[in-house]
């Protein structure tokens, strides 16, 4: 309605509650509103003074990223209103310094303030008397406003009679006087007195001097000025030491976390808790597919699908630099921590509230290298434990991991019976493949090799989860099964018996292995197990479990004896043996 001075009256009004506010969001559209108020009212002098104010707040509270489809003024909004202001100054260095910048982040102008683009290149050729395609440029900026939803009839009444003023001020009264007709009939149509002054016609001299006089602004902007510095200072202070405190988290997590699955959950935690994000995702790249590890959210549980962490990875080329990117698309920040052939990588979906800034976004940076180089290590570690404990043939548990797993359950059940005077029962199985030899001779040793991982996924298949399998070397296999006594125990042998028959003795994979269709394998050629079983309760010392185990073998060795693929239980031979 073009009630500048109303609008200004109400603001200013209000205004001196400002300085009690410490959200500088609030202070900012405060500002802006009485500043466009100004504006358009033809009071330059101080409205270009607030505008400055405004691009400063604006970048000292990394607010410019955050203005655009918000209630806050772009850069380049501002930018607009101080270039029209610099030309009618006659200020051109500052108006095309400005208006170069406003073309290059024309994305970031807000949709109400985008056709003044058109309308400061118009005042740009009328300067240079290009007068006709000064004029398209006229019209462009006001259908550009018509398309405008919201009612922008009021600005298009400022640019005719803003244009009425230039083109008189260049010697083009005609031209002059039909934009000011334009701008008066326009503004009579609406009821516009600001423009009109309430007569039947009006003139450039009219609409110059005729503006109304403002009270004086209720805000001192340099104490203002000065008390957003002081707290931007502040702010600024706090924010280093929660930088801080985030990295030394990041940097010490190692020695929180026992292992790798710990050290992820516990980044994502530190991640989360210091971008305020939505969700926090850790994710890995296998051979076998992709998928999150460990994640962290906010409100309603989210989940990031196989595909899109293959996606974000595949994305992700450049592994030189490890740092994070933003996906405009997915609308969240993603760091590619590959390195080696260990593919991990961090997401963070950010909150409206909690925009990431440039400086927050170089802390994650620096966090994100640390945490790709600890990860490295954990896995590395991993792949160490790995070959030293695990049997490569059969991907069972090897020797020296049963050794150790006997001194650690010895440890347990010595533990146990002194604190709770409990006796804690443990069996172990000691088994040899028969007639593996028959197929390592006729076939060679491929075919050994395949019978020995073929039995190795039945034994797991087979077993419980809580049972130690290892490969004891060549084609002896042990079991220790803790809580579990003799008779149970003699129930892994028939379950094994059973699944091997299933299996059809692996002769399918053979044939598979060799090539053939067929293949005559008589039944006594099968292969088969033998296996000797001895618990703890059966032995003087029941921690002594490498006792149990040599007796287990004992056990297996009277099977192999007296007849192959039987099992034997150490209590009933004992005696026997001994004597």
Same mark, same amino acid.
């Given at each position: 309605?073009?009630?500048?001075?109303?609008?200004?009256?109400?603001?200013?009004?209000?205004?001196?509650?400002?300085?009690n506010?410490?959200?500088?969001?609030?202070?900012?559209?405060?500002?802006?509103n009485?500043?466009?108020?100004?504006? =358009?009212?033809?009071?330059?002098d101080?409205?270009?003074?607030?505008?400055?104010?405004?691009?400063?707040?604006?970048?000292?509270?990394?607010?410019?990223?955050?203005?655009?489809?918000?209630?806050?003024?772009?850069?380049?909004?501002?930018?607009?209103?101080?270039?029209?202001?610099d030309?009618?100054?006659?200020?051109?260095?500052?108006?095309?310094?400005?208006?170069?910048?406003?073309?290059?982040?024309?994305?970031?102008?807000?949709?109400?303030?985008?056709?003044?683009?058109p $309308?400061?290149?118009?005042?740009?050729l009328?300067?240079?008397s290009?007068?006709?395609?000064?004029? #398209?440029?006229?019209?462009?900026?006001?259908?550009?406003?018509?398309?405008? #939803?919201?009612?922008?009839t009021?600005k298009?009444?400022?640019?005719?009679?803003?244009?009425?003023?230039?083109?008189?001020?260049?010697?083009?009264?005609?031209?002059?006087?039909?934009?000011?007709?334009?701008?008066?009939?326009?503004?009579?149509?609406?009821?516009?007195?600001? =423009?009109?002054?309430?007569?039947?016609?009006?003139?450039?001299?009219?609409?110059?001097?005729?503006?109304e006089?403002?009270?004086?602004?209720?805000?001192?902007?340099?104490?203002?000025?000065?008390?957003?510095?002081?707290?931007?200072?502040?702010?600024?202070?706090?924010?280093?030491?929660?930088?801080?405190?985030?990295?030394?988290?990041?940097?010490?997590?190692?020695?929180?976390?026992?292992?790798?699955?710990?050290?992820?959950?516990?980044?994502?935690?530190?991640?989360?808790?210091?971008?305020?994000?939505?969700?926090?995702?850790?994710?890995?790249?296998?051979?076998?597919?992709?998928?999150?590890?460990?994640?962290?959210?906010?409100?309603?549980?989210?989940?990031i699908?196989?595909?899109?962490? #293959?996606?974000?990875?595949?994305?992700?080329?450049?592994?030189?630099?490890?740092?994070?990117? =933003?996906?405009? %698309?997915?609308?969240?920040f993603?760091? *590619?921590?590959?390195?080696?052939?260990?593919?991990?990588?961090?997401?963070?979906?950010?909150?409206?509230? *909690?925009?990431?800034?440039?400086?927050?976004?170089?802390t994650?940076?620096?966090?994100?290298?640390?945490?790709?180089?600890?990860?490295?290590?954990?896995?590395?570690?991993?792949?160490?434990?790995?070959l030293?404990?695990?049997?490569?043939?059969?991907?069972?548990?090897?020797?020296?991991?049963?050794? #150790?797993?006997l001194?650690?359950?010895g440890?347990?059940?010595?533990?146990?019976?002194?604190?709770?005077?409990?006796?804690?029962?443990?069996?172990?199985?000691?088994?040899d493949?028969?007639?593996?030899k028959?197929?390592?001779?006729?076939?060679?040793?491929?075919?050994?090799?395949?019978?020995?991982?073929?039995?190795?996924k039945?034994? %797991?298949?087979?077993c419980?989860?809580?049972? $130690?399998?290892?490969?004891?070397?060549?084609?002896?296999?042990?079991?220790?099964?803790t809580d579990? *006594?003799e008779?149970?125990?003699?129930?892994?042998?028939?379950?094994?018996?059973?699944?091997?028959?299933?299996?059809?003795?692996?002769?399918?994979q053979?044939?598979?292995?060799?090539?053939?269709?067929?293949?005559?394998?008589?039944?006594?050629?099968?292969?088969g197990?033998?296996?000797?079983?001895?618990? *703890?309760?059966?032995?003087?010392d029941?921690?002594?479990?490498?006792?149990?185990?040599?007796?287990?073998?004992?056990?297996?060795?009277?099977?192999?004896?007296?007849?192959?693929?039987?099992?034997?239980?150490?209590?009933?031979?004992?005696?026997?043996?001994q004597?």
């Amino acid at each position: 309605r073009a009630l500048y001075k109303d609008a200004y009256d109400l603001v200013n009004g209000v205004i001196s509650n400002i300085y009690n506010l410490n959200d500088y969001s609030r202070i900012v559209d405060c500002l802006k509103n009485i500043s466009y108020a100004l504006f =358009y009212a033809r009071h330059y002098d101080i409205a270009h003074e607030i505008f400055s104010l405004l691009l400063h707040f604006l970048r000292l509270f990394n607010m410019e990223e955050q203005a655009y489809n918000s209630f806050l003024p772009s850069r380049s909004d501002i930018l607009i209103l101080k270039t029209i202001i610099d030309l009618d100054r006659k200020d051109v260095i500052h108006a095309t310094i400005n208006f170069n910048q406003i073309e290059s982040t024309v994305n970031s102008v807000t949709m109400e303030e985008k056709p003044l683009i058109p $309308f400061i290149r118009a005042i740009l050729l009328a300067n240079d008397s290009m007068f006709e395609e000064s004029e #398209k440029a006229v019209e462009l900026c006001v259908q550009e406003f018509k398309k405008i #939803k919201s009612n922008q009839t009021h600005k298009i009444c400022f640019v005719y009679f803003e244009y009425a003023v230039l083109l008189k001020r260049l010697n083009q009264m005609e031209l002059s006087q039909k934009y000011l007709d334009l701008g008066y009939n326009l503004a009579k149509e609406n009821n516009f007195a600001y =423009y009109t002054k309430n007569k039947d016609s009006v003139s450039v001299e009219d609409y110059l001097n005729g503006y109304e006089k403002y009270d004086e602004l209720n805000i001192n902007l340099a104490f203002l000025l000065e008390k957003a510095e002081k707290e931007n200072l502040l702010t600024q202070l706090h924010k280093r030491i929660h930088d801080y405190q985030f990295l030394n988290k990041v940097k010490t997590n190692n020695l929180r976390s026992s292992n790798l699955k710990k050290y992820i959950e516990n980044t994502v935690l530190y991640i989360y808790e210091y971008c305020f994000a939505e969700s926090v995702f850790i994710g890995e790249l296998t051979d076998e597919g992709a998928g999150t590890l460990y994640s962290i959210s906010r409100g309603k549980s989210v989940n990031i699908s196989s595909q899109k962490w #293959k996606k974000l990875f595949k994305e992700s080329t450049n592994k030189e630099v490890t740092q994070f990117v =933003y996906k405009e %698309k997915q609308q969240l920040f993603f760091g *590619n921590m590959t390195q080696f052939e260990y593919k991990f990588g961090i997401v963070i979906i950010p909150t409206e509230q *909690n925009p990431f800034t440039n400086e927050s976004i170089n802390t994650l940076n620096i966090a994100l290298s640390t945490i790709q180089s600890q990860i490295v290590i954990y896995k590395q570690d991993e792949n160490l434990l790995f070959l030293s404990t695990t049997d490569t043939l059969s991907l069972l548990n090897n020797r020296h991991a049963l050794q #150790k797993q006997l001194l650690v359950e010895g440890d347990r059940i010595r533990r146990y019976a002194k604190r709770k005077s409990t006796k804690i029962q443990v069996s172990i199985a000691f088994m040899d493949l028969d007639n593996f030899k028959y197929y390592n001779d006729t076939f060679g040793h491929n075919a050994g090799d395949l019978f020995i991982t073929c039995f190795a996924k039945l034994l %797991k298949n087979t077993c419980r989860q809580v049972d $130690f399998i290892s490969r004891f070397g060549g084609d002896e296999f042990v079991v220790v099964m803790t809580d579990t *006594n003799e008779t149970e125990s003699c129930r892994v042998y028939e379950r094994l018996k059973e699944a091997l028959a299933k299996e059809e003795y692996f002769i399918p994979q053979l044939r598979n292995l060799l090539g053939v269709n067929t293949l005559e394998i008589p039944s006594n050629r099968y292969l088969g197990f033998s296996m000797g079983i001895c618990t *703890n309760y059966d032995i003087e010392d029941a921690s002594d479990l490498n006792a149990v185990l040599k007796n287990a073998d004992k056990a297996l060795y009277h099977s192999k004896e007296t007849c192959k693929g039987t099992c034997t239980i150490w209590s009933d031979i004992k005696d026997k043996v001994q004597k």
